[in-house]
Each structure stands twice: as C-alpha cells, then as structure tokens.
C-alpha cells in the first residue's frame, strides 16, 4: 500500500427529496450528491472536516479507486494519515457540488421533469445553493457542526460562504488562494472559456448529448485558457522556457513545448468533462460575490461569522493573488474575527494550492494541530 | 482642421520585383508594399523616421483618410505637427509588413504562382524578413539612414532587429513594450488565440476564401484573448469592475460589462482582420529571439549595433513587463551601447504603449528633440 494514503475509497452516494431552491429561482425536485468520506467519525460527531471543490475539482479528494491507479485524488498531497488534513484524527467528507458532472445531480443527470437529460436548462447553481445542499449533506450524516470547511480558489469561496450563511455550523474555516468576489480580468478570462465552449457548433445551444455531437474543441480550448492562469509566467518559464517540442518536423512547423502541453491538457480535459458543467462552474464562479447583500462591505459581511479563519495564499498566483487574499484577512481583522494568514512562496502561480509544497503542509498542519478533533 | 494633426492621407503602394527570400526557405517572387508618409523628406534625406506596426498594426498610424473618419491612425497620439514624433521636423514613413491584411501582399494576395489568394500557404515570416521589406523600402524611398526606426511590442523587436541587421542604416532604435524574446506564458496566449481560429470549422485549414467561409468565431475568441493581455488587470477593475450590463435580462442571463466588452472588441476585430494574418503575425512573435544566433547571449547580440537606444516600458504591462525592458537596458549597458531608459507609470497595461500618456510622451518629445532631423 502507499504511504500516508487513505488506501482504496469508494464513493457514497446520497438521494434527497426535498427540493432545493437556488437563488436563481429555480429548483431542483430531488437530487443526488456523490462524496466520499476518509477516516472515522468520532461519537460526538466533532471530528468532521468538509472538503470544498474548485472549478473542475469532484468529490475524489484523496486514495485510489483501484490497486491500479497511478494518480491518487487531486488534494492526496493534504489528506491522509499523518498528512496536515489527518484523517487518523478527522473524519473528512468530499463531495461532487451540484451541477457537477462526477456523479452528483448535473447537466448530464435526467431531468424528471421532462425524461431527457438537463443539458443546458440545469439550474444556475450559485454558491450558496452549492452550501445550502452541503448542509443537507452534513445533516443526513449526523454532522451539526463541522470541526472545519475547507477549499481552496472556488472552495474557499464556499468555505467562506459557510462562515455567513451557517456561521454555528462549523469552528474554522481555511480560505486558500481565494477571493471574495471575482475581479474583471477574472471573468473575462472565464468568459473566453465559456465563448469557445458555445461557438464550438458540438455545443449544440448545449444540447449536444441529445445531438450526438460534443463540443470537444470548444471544452479544450476553454480549460488552456483556464491553464495558463493557473500557472504562473515564473512556473511556465521553468518548465518550458522557449524549448522546441522534439520532432522531425521543417522549422516551420515545429512547436513550442508549451503549445503541445497545453493542447494536450485541453484534449484530456475535454474527454472528462462535461461542458455544461464548465460553463455552470465559471458562471457561479464570476456571479459569487460575499459581500454584495451587505453593499460590498466585507467587514458587515464578516462580522456575521463566528469561527476561527486560516487564510492562505501562494506569492506567484495571479488568478487570485495575495492581496486579494490580505482583503480578506483585513476584512476579518476589522470584524474583530480570530484570523490567521499566511503567504507561501512558492513558484507554482495558482495551482500551488494543489501541490506539496514543504511550508504550505507545514502551516496547514500545525493549524490543525490545534483544531480539536 | 483637427489639431495637431497631419491631417488627410493617402497610403501609397510600391511594387517590388526582386525576390524576397524568407528566413523559413520560402521566398515571394514580386510583392508590394503598402505605406503612408507624413513630413517632408529632407534634400539629404537624413530626417526619416520608420515607424514599424504591431500584431494586429498597419500603415495607417496618422491622420485621417476621409473627413468624416472618426479615429484617426493607430499612433496618432506620438505622430504629428508638435507631437514627438514631430512631422515638422521629420519625415515619417509607416508600412503595412508582409503577411498583413492591409495592403501589402499577404494571405489575401494572389499567388502569382498558382493565380489563387495564397491563404495557408503564404510564407511564414520572420522579424528580420520584414526588416529585409523595410530596408528595401528604404532603398525605394532614398533613405540610407533612418535618423530612428521605433516600435512599441512586435514593432519594437523589429526596431530592434534593424540595430543588429543594419546597424548603419539607423542612427536611433526606440523600443517600446517590448522583449528580445517571448516567455512561455506569452507564448501560451498566441497558442490559444492560434488554436480558436484553426479549431473553428469556417478557418477550412485556411482555404476559407476558396470555400466562402469565414473563421469568424475563432478570430473574434482569439481577439478576446489578445485583448485581455493588453490590458491590466488595474485598467479592466476601474474600467468595468463587476458592473452588469444593464438590460432586461433575468438574473440569470445578465452579463458582466467585461464580458459584452470584450465580444463586441473580439467581433468588430473579425470583420476587420484576415485569419491568417492574425495566425502568421502570431507565429513571427513567438519565432522572434534577438539572441538566437548568439547562442542566447543579449549582450553579444548587442554589440553588433551602433545605434543609439531609448527603451521605454509600462508600469502595469503584463504583457512586456518592465522587467523584460530592463533585461533589454543591462544588455545594451554590458555591450556599451547609449541607452536611455523609462518606466513610465500607467495604469493601461501593454496599451498604454498607444495611448496619450503625458510622461510617455514627455520622455519621447524629449529624446526625439535631441535627435538630429
């Protein structure tokens, strides 16, 4: 078995009828949420940490599905025995958020209203319809109070939104390389993806699924996009420079190693996801504003909060950089809220949040460390 | 009248019959060239100045070519009676370069060789082909020293490349926002931009005249990206912060400013531009190292020049970083050539290059007061 791992995991799924109200006005009748749980719930129930997804994250957080895999889940660098998110210690829920396309109710799901699949007319989810079904989530399994909630980027804006919207429900909230709004640059960039998702004609006015057809290039093109802002211009550099792709192609044709990385990770994503749910992540992502029902003000925001905050964030992230990070920081400070802050240097631009990054562990694992269980 | 302005122009055109032998092995048995001029030159024609155009640039950088146009050139801001590019004292000759869509030969030209438009199949040019164009031009023109060749981003590599290729054939290079070689992350962009033209089914491998299509999509996607990287993420904030559109739209179909703003940029741009163009001006930018046949040594490539530098750069540029201007300046000081050097704060990103900034045209009156006519 590998080290520090989980192990094998398999995930759970949940059903709810209750139907749940987005703030877009729409509903969803019944649902499901997929997740997967590592480490043990303690009697008291106190020991549960709860695991918020990025823009193309799922519920697969840490652990293998099969002997086989060569990749664990995409945050196994925190989450396991002895790892800063110790799961000797807690009990840690992941999900797949609504809208998703990884097994929760999603643009692929069938609508029981009609019989067909979503597609396009799956409700807008925002934030805190993402939260409000987490809540469901905790309830269905005997959690009133989580011990901490924890994302980073579009996770942490759900972490954050937990603190206002359930601030008794959970004692710490750990925000990293997040931002309580979008800025401009931020959503354009997220408009590219979702314009080359939509004029790509497999798109189908979203009814690909129906067509046949499947907006292969469009999905590609949209997760480059989302790449390069991921990395930083440092990490790029590092990593390929102005190095030609090998091969025995004229000088005229041959490419940069850049441009075929990023091809490469364009067509890989395209094959696993679902393009609806993209353009319903970045929609949710550019509309998410914290403190909008409180005039922009992030310190009346934060004042309605009442847990512990761990703040994070990575010295060559771009997409959401240490400052927009320090706006949270001095918005908890001037809401009297108990925070603590730390900037990683790190080279990896915004992905570093993603990587096993010595002091970026360490940090985490020593504000753990005081977390009870 | 308008003010300080050159007032109405015409562009001219030459016809060259020489062959043009490209760097990629290719070569254009006759092209044309299309350009503008303002000033008069003078009787030892030692007063000219060649402005080079960037990516999406042209030959029409001054004035107006009807009355009732309502934006005058690209650069008219730098170009005219009393500006600093001064047309009172100077002669100024702006070209439309080789591969472009303006004028010159380019995709859209006929193929002399096969009597069709070229399209896909237009030689690949380098920097240096086009400063090989311009020298010719120059040749044409009488001018057998530019009293200063200047460009701002692709236009200042080209200033560049004549210091090194013609080293007595310019007296001054100014360089503005610009690199001696692209980074993988602005190589990264001009792949994506690349790849939503050629994705979208209309680009037909680049026979879109032949089969009446347009690659309308994908260029105005690739604009988007472009447009995004000249801007700051400071100038996008303050320009459209997280303003909606306004419009009777549901809240759920509303749109960000940014968002409609940077469609309407990406659509108007895809009227206006040829596809192909925008592939192989791309291409030429990521191609582009000043260092190159000096085994990547700036320093030695600098100490072919015998020209005076002004460099120049933008606070906010993301795009050329002021850094990459510095890189440019130490080059040209361990080589032991005249340099000058400005970062001249702005909030604009790599557009300010364009833009009426009152230090940034300060700092060139000032130089170009002290350049010889």
Redesign the interface.
């Known amino acids: 078995m590998r080290e520090n791992s989980v192990g094998i995991v398999s995930p759970r799924s949940e059903h709810f009828d209750e139907p749940l109200n987005f703030a877009?006005?729409q509903s969803l009748s019944t649902y499901e949420l997929i997740f997967e749980t590592y480490g043990e719930l303690n009697a008291t129930a106190s020991n549960a940490i709860l695991i918020c997804h990025a823009l193309s994250g799922h519920h697969h957080a840490a652990g293998y599905h099969r002997e086989e895999d060569r990749k664990p889940g995409w945050w196994d660098a925190c989450i396991g025995p002895g790892k800063p998110i110790d799961t000797q210690r807690f009990f840690v829920v992941s999900l797949n958020n609504l809208g998703g396309c990884h097994g929760s109710t999603g643009p692929t799901s069938e609508n029981p209203q009609t019989g067909e699949t979503f597609g396009p007319d799956f409700p807008?989810p925002q934030v805190d319809d993402w939260v409000d079904a987490q809540a469901r989530l905790a309830d269905r399994l005997g959690i009133d109070c989580w011990a901490a909630v924890v994302g980073g980027s579009l996770g942490g804006m759900q972490a954050m939104a937990w603190s206002l919207r359930y601030p008794d429900r959970l004692r710490h909230c750990i925000v990293i390389a997040a931002a309580t709004?979008?800025?401009?640059?931020n959503?354009?960039?997220n408009?590219?993806a979702r314009?080359?998702i939509m004029?790509?004609?497999g798109f189908a006015e979203g009814y690909y699924l129906r067509e046949g057809t499947q907006p292969t290039?469009?999905l590609?093109?949209a997760r480059?996009?989302g790449h390069?802002t991921y990395?930083s211009?440092d990490a790029?550099?590092s990593?390929?420079?102005?190095e030609l792709q090998p091969g025995d192609a004229g000088?005229?044709a041959q490419?940069?190693q850049?441009?075929s990385y990023?091809?490469y990770q364009?067509q890989q994503f395209s094959s696993a996801f679902d393009a609806n749910s993209y353009v319903l992540m970045t929609r949710a992502l550019?509309q998410f504003?914290l403190t909008a029902p409180y005039e922009g003000d992030a310190v009346a925001a934060f004042t309605q909060a009442s847990c512990n905050f761990l703040v994070l964030s990575f010295s060559t992230d771009?997409r959401f950089s240490p400052a927009r990070s320090r706006e949270i920081v001095d918005a908890l400070l001037a809401a009297e809220r108990p925070v603590s802050y730390a900037e990683i240097e790190a080279d990896e631009g915004h992905d570093a949040f993603l990587l096993p990054i010595p002091r970026y562990l360490a940090v985490l694992d020593a504000y753990l460390k005081r977390v009870q269980g």
Chains 1, 2 share one sequence.
Do not use: H, N
């Open positions: 877009c006005g807008q709004k979008l800025s401009a640059q959503i354009a960039f408009e590219i314009r080359a004029s790509d004609p290039q469009g590609a093109l480059m996009v390069i990395l211009d790029m550099a990593r390929f420079g102005r000088a005229e490419e940069f850049i441009e990023l091809r364009g550019d504003d771009w």
